[in-house]
């Protein structure tokens, strides 16, 4: 069983909204704190949002007021909404436990044209 699969990403362009999803096995999700990280090109993984499983949140200071993290966890799903894309943003976003514990998913590519 692949324990993360992420789906959502795309092309879009600057200041359009992207949603992603991260599907995660049962076992994963009673674990405390989720997070979405992202890698650009030549770049080092980031985590950019993480949700405990007391809904608390944290965002990174470049996606600050852009992005919102959410779960559910009838679903053990977790959400990134994202909205006022921008090229910078534009990286293969990863979901993962914070800190990260789990093999990594294929990741889900996010292109924001200018």
């Known amino acids: 069983q692949v324990p993360l699969v992420e789906s959502g990403g795309g092309l879009v362009q600057a200041g359009g909204s992207l949603r992603l999803s991260c599907a995660a096995s049962?076992?994963?999700?009673?674990?405390?704190?989720m997070g979405w990280y992202r890698q650009a090109p030549g770049k080092q993984r980031e985590l950019v949002a993480s949700?405990?499983?007391?809904?608390?949140?944290n965002y990174a200071d470049s996606v600050k007021g852009r992005f919102t993290i959410s779960r559910d966890n009838a679903k053990n799903t977790v959400y990134l909404q994202m909205n006022s894309l921008k090229p910078e943003d534009t990286a293969v976003y990863y979901c993962?436990?914070?800190?990260?514990?789990?093999?990594w998913g294929q990741g889900t590519q996010v292109t924001v044209s200018s």
């Open positions: 049962g076992s994963i999700f009673s674990i405390k704190s």
């Open positions: 949700i405990t499983s007391s809904d608390r949140k």
């Open positions: 993962n436990t914070v800190p990260y514990l789990i093999a």
